[in-house]
């Protein structure tokens, strides 16, 4: 059986999540390199312009226990906004 892509798909009015890996370096609040970011930007854009809405699922290091303000994936949505603009 082929690998299916997303052209296999009508995507759209549909919710589609994607797992995006966000585990990026940050130094001082900034992310320091974005290669993994940037890989994600196509099946975004696809998915976009198929009507259809993606859904980003991920994570960023390894939390224990609680909130831990450092394990934010924030810094990381901000820069992947940047480059979908």
Do not use: C, W, Y
């Amino acid at each position: 059986m082929a690998l299916r892509t997303l052209d296999d798909f009508n995507l759209k009015n549909k919710n589609i999540l994607i797992r995006v890996d966000m585990n990026v370096p940050i130094h001082n609040g900034q992310v320091t390199d974005s290669t993994r970011l940037s890989r994600a930007v196509p099946t975004i854009l696809e998915v976009l312009e198929k009507g259809g809405k993606p859904i980003l699922l991920s994570h960023f290091g390894r939390p224990t226990r609680g909130f831990d303000l450092t394990m934010s994936t924030q810094q990381a949505v901000t820069a992947l906004s940047n480059r979908l603009k």
